[in-house]
């Protein structure tokens, strides 16, 4: 699995990451999917796989240098890749009546969902483009849809600190999408 990793990253920088989190972090991920899913082997393997994704996506804002942290954000992703497996378990079981109406929905119809995926990326661009400490803590918060005091335990900060940094990190947002002519 660690080449299929190594292949979708493009930096020599990128692969030592990788290589680094994979060999040690991996057991950990699996640790702490294993403790949601409760042991269902397949499951916890592909809830560790879709959070090596998710790290690869943002493998730029993670930060080696300290060991503890990168590790507990690495199993953080990986418990909420694991609670969302058990969302997807528990949706299985929705009616196939059930998912013509959801079909029928106004926020389900292609033109929309199109629409809302353009927008979502050039809310990622600009999220990009914030200053490092407003970036790091918004795309924990709105990406990985981290609560506040799992940001502040990973990036060991207050949790005021980063309930600070979130409320102009957005402003910022909302400033820049103003200009792309966003209205968020």
Sequence with gaps: MI???LSIVETDEEREKVI???ENFHSFMCY???EVLRGNTHEIQDAVHDAMIKIIENID???LSDKRRAKNLCGIVAKNKAKDRCKLRENRNVSFEDLL???D???NNPVEIVIRENTYDII???LRSLDDKYRDICTLKFIHQ???REIALILDLTPKTVSTRIHRGKQLLREALRKEDLHV
């Design 32 to 34: 702490t999917a294993g």
């Design 3 to 5: 080449s299929y990793y």
């Design 146 to 148: 981290l609560k506040e």
């Design 124 to 126: 990622l661009k600009t």
């Design 61 to 63: 804002i993670i930060d």
């Design 105 to 107: 929905k106004p926020e």
């Design 101 to 103: 109406m959801e079909e």
């Design 20 to 22: 680094f989190i994979y």
